[in-house]
């Protein structure tokens, strides 16, 4: 198994919300008095629980070389990403940014990114990712090296299912609805109601109504758009069908709006929710109230499939630097194998095949699979996900994922119908597919 630097392992830190800019860059790419080039690296503090490892990451990069000297800014999560877009888009952006898996289509379009094979990735370095790589994959060239995939899951408090006489999490879209019905019906009926299952988005957390929504979406048989992408589908039989379920949970009072899904099943409040693996971090903090209390299951499955939304972030660079070179070897050092095992510790699913690695990352790799049970339901999940649904996403994203905030929540609580939330949805989307 890898071994991080000592210093990074003993180091206290502040959680991530706090971590804000730790340096400021001078022009980007430009060759210092010293000879060395200078590349600006902006990021969001993605590395869970410990961000400031990734700034002594960057230090003992510029520690092994004396070429390149990577000046190290860190953003937060509200504002960073639109910071990034907006100033690369003014050609003022860093040489090298922490971008979502997927992409942004404004900044491809625009050819503000630089394709990998130009910053001196190999063919073979590329082979050595998973097939999903293609999540970032624009007119057959690839934009974006991924430093770890997500993708949604099933955590349940095994405590409460086994009070309640459930010995294994649900399987189906069935199973999962009556096993929630009965947990809330009779820990109810006991004096302390834990609610069974919570829709995560409908808390404390509104924007994680997308990956969420689109998982059970994608489980319906359901898409984003048309294969062209210029259509919005979701008002659909696939669309009503997932919609109309994940209302039930409301109508029935199987579900409550106001509580959070991760506070609450930290607290064994709600027994079930669902999200990308990267919680498991934030659910191991609970400590003593969820140490040895809950475990990870593969997504039920729908009446089409186990399918869920895909997420995770990779390492991007600006088009035409004066020296690509040097942005790429920071980003092949920076998202190595070697080092996208360190980023397993927060769950990030390790996005190069095994077999194409070196004997001593693949151990790596194996002893995380080997020492926590919930790494065989996380690469179950991986493996039923394609590139499909991150693709058709790229497309009319930021109107998509405003709408479905306010158009899905409105449905599932019974403000809207159902098909007027989801006509909403693709009324809105289908005005930016097509210029409007």
Known sequence: MAHLPHRLIATALATASAFTVVACSPDPATPVAAGRTTITFWTMPFWIGRPNNLKHLVEDFNASQNRIDVQLTVLDWQTGREAIKKAVMNGQGPDIWLANNGLDLDLLTAARMAPLDTLGYTAEDLGRFRPLVKVNEYQGRLYGAPLYFDVNVLLYRKDVLQQYGFSTPPRTWDELKSTAAAITTRSAAAGKKVMGWQFKGMDDHLN????????????????????DFKTSTQNTEAGRTALNYLKSFYTDRTSTLGTS?????????????????????????????????????PMPTGPKSGCSAVGGHSLVARAGLPDPGAAGTFMRWLGSPSTSTQFMEFHGIFPYDTAKVSRETRASVEAFYNTDPSWAAIMTQFDRSTPDLLLQDRHGFATRWEAQKADIVAGVDGRTPVDQALRGIDGKVDKELNGG
């Open 208 to 227: 994680a109504i997308n990956p969420t929504w689109e998982s059970f979406l994608c489980q319906a048989g359901g898409g984003l758009t048309t294969p």
């Open 261 to 297: 899904a991760l506070n609450g099943f930290v607290e064994g409040d709600v027994a079930m929710f669902s999200f990308y693996q990267s919680v498991i971090s934030d659910i191991a903090a609970g400590n003593e109230k969820t140490k040895g209390k809950w475990a990870v299951a």
